[in-house]
């Protein structure tokens, strides 16, 4: 398997699944929400795994400032993605934080949103090794 089909492959499963996760916290389905976002850090963490392989084969430097753009949002995604995760598991024993755990995933879905515009750039602009 190729870094780049591996990498397009876990895009694919990484983004279906925090489709659900966004569809089953938006309508309060607990019982599919936490498993999907497990399964969602799990698929990102090798979607992560496969950017770095596909990267090898790239000269990301030849990109432009559109690197080290991606590399500080991914980084702020990352941060925002895990304070909304620590509402959320607040949320399952304090009801009262389920709105602010809301607003922190939304804004971290949107971060990561942009993480994979300004990544899927760079990787377009990126030269092959």
């Given at each position: 398997?190729?870094?780049?089909?591996a990498f397009a492959a876990s895009?694919?499963v990484t983004l279906v699944l925090?489709?659900?996760?966004?569809?089953?916290?938006?309508?309060?389905?607990?019982?599919?929400?936490?498993?999907?976002?497990?399964?969602?850090?799990?698929?990102?963490?090798?979607?992560?795994?496969?950017?770095?392989?596909?990267?090898?084969?790239?000269?990301?430097?030849?990109?432009?400032?559109?690197?080290?753009?991606?590399?500080?949002?991914?980084?702020?995604?990352?941060?925002?993605?895990?304070?909304?995760?620590?509402?959320?598991?607040?949320?399952?024993?304090?009801?009262?934080?389920?709105?602010?755990?809301?607003?922190?995933?939304?804004?971290?879905?949107?971060?990561?949103?942009?993480?994979?515009?300004?990544?899927?750039?760079?990787?377009?602009?990126?030269?092959?090794?």
């Amino acid at each position: 398997m190729t870094p780049a089909f591996a990498f397009a492959a876990s895009f694919l499963v990484t983004l279906v699944l925090l489709g659900v996760v966004a569809w089953s916290g938006a309508r309060g389905k607990r019982r599919v929400h936490v498993p999907a976002v497990v399964l969602a850090y799990a698929a990102l963490g090798v979607t992560i795994w496969c950017a770095y392989a596909l990267g090898e084969t790239l000269d990301l430097g030849s990109a432009g400032a559109i690197t080290p753009i991606h590399l500080t949002i991914a980084r702020v995604a990352t941060l925002a993605l895990v304070l909304a995760s620590a509402f959320g598991a607040r949320t399952l024993f304090r009801a009262e934080t389920r709105r602010t755990h809301g607003r922190l995933a939304w804004t971290a879905l949107a971060i990561v949103v942009l993480a994979a515009i300004t990544g899927l750039v760079m990787v377009a602009l990126a030269e092959p090794r």
